[in-house]
T-cell receptor, first 115, second 111 residues
């Protein structure tokens, strides 16, 4: 099946620094990718929809200046957490829609810890 | 706004017992999907239901979509330790709309 990769899988950073997370579709093209955030033992919260060649669509309450999204190509979307703070620590997961049954293929996720 | 409620939040069963998780939407859904997330892992697509009253089976797993397309259930017969994980439902309000995830049901299976 389709594979989505994420890099890095884990990152620890100091408060105030910026962190970039990459999401790649490995064997298919994705004009749209989704970025989710998941807190421990909680559900997935959609943060934004990344659109290749145009601006990302952010969900209500998500700061677009804090969570910068760039969909540079048909196989790559990046999420940059700017000026990270401890409350930004979370599990960030991207997904890309497949061709069959409107499914979504999820990346393995990135665990961010901000000290 | 659209919401998808899922119960129970946690379920502990003895291996061999059955397990069911339920999802309910405040509005009619275009379709509903089910995902499984193993501890420390990412969600993996299980199935999609589209038609009113649809029932689909995958080995010991039975998925149902309600007649009104507002609720759905996942039933596992004779659970095994490999069934451990969190099961999420996710519904769409429209065919191309975003997915709204339920909070998930965390299943623990005691050997």
């Amino acid at each position: 099946g389709a594979v989505v990769s994420q890099h890095p899988s884990r990152v620890i950073c100091k408060s105030g620094t910026s962190v970039k997370i990459e999401c790649r579709s490995l064997d298919f093209q994705a004009t749209t990718m989704f970025w989710y955030r998941q807190f421990p033992k909680k559900s997935l919260m959609l943060m934004a929809t990344s659109n290749e060649g145009s601006k990302a669509t952010y969900e209500q309450g998500v700061e677009k200046d804090k969570f910068l999204i760039n969909h540079a190509s048909l196989t790559l979307s990046t999420l940059t957490v700017t000026s990270a703070h401890p409350e930004d620590s979370s599990f960030y997961i991207c997904s890309a829609p497949g061709l069959v049954q409107e499914t979504q293929y999820f990346g393995p996720g990135t665990r961010l810890l901000v000290l | 706004g659209q919401q998808v409620m899922q119960i129970p939040q946690y379920q502990h069963v003895q291996e061999g017992e059955d397990f069911t998780t339920y999802c309910n939407s405040s509005t009619t859904l275009s379709n509903i999907q089910w995902y499984k997330q193993r501890p420390g892992g990412h969600p993996v697509f299980l199935i999609q239901l589209v038609k009113s009253g649809e029932v689909k089976k995958q080995k010991r797993l039975t998925f149902q979509f309600g007649e009104a397309k507002k609720n759905s259930s996942l039933h596992i017969t004779a659970t095994q330790t490999t069934d451990v994980g969190t099961y999420f439902c996710a519904g769409r309000g429209s065919t191309l709309g975003r997915l709204y995830f339920g909070r998930g049901t965390q299943l623990t299976v005691w050997p």
